[in-house]
């Protein structure tokens, strides 16, 4: 009886051995040519040698809870940054050395982004006020129309003839207006 030959057999036997070697060259080459091109980019985190100049651009960005941003230049600074020290300072080191409620959005030589989130509404939204609903009752806001934050719920309950209106919010600037509108809304 004839052997059979196995149809999964290479030709020559070393064909195995070529085949590992090529695909550990590749596998090898692939690796060394993506670490090498990797350090051509070099992001903020890696660039840990730039420092902030006498020269340098620093932008202080506030969010307020109403969604507007303030931005101050280094002319301006903030009070709890007053006395504050910039030139010289890495990445790291200014964000250890900044106090808890700020942050560094964005850092290179010639610009600096600090950035800091506060739970108001900001100096034009806080003098803003309007009446609308909450939970059926008619209630006093702050802020702007209709993201304000609940400062009064009255004893008054929302008409159906004025729920639209107030539920897109009625502004007043004054505390005569106030009761005013009030008086309108509730008689």
Sequence with gaps: MSEQKNKWSFPHKNYGLIII???????????LSWHINGDL????????????????????????SCGHEVEQCLENVPETLEGFTFKGLTKERLKINLP???????????????????DIPCQECSELKYIGIYEDRIAIYQGERPHGVLKEITDFEVKEIYREELKEGIPFSTEEEKKRILESYTS
């Design 41 to 64: 980019y070099v992001t903020d985190e890696q660039d840990d040698n730039s420092v902030i100049e006498d020269n340098s651009n620093i932008l202080f960005r506030t969010v307020y």
């Design 100 to 118: 808890p409620d700020w942050d560094v959005s964005s850092f290179s030589p010639g610009d600096v982004v600090l950035i800091r989130t506060k």
């Design 21 to 31: 070697v090529v695909l550990f060259l590749f596998i090898t080459a692939f690796l």
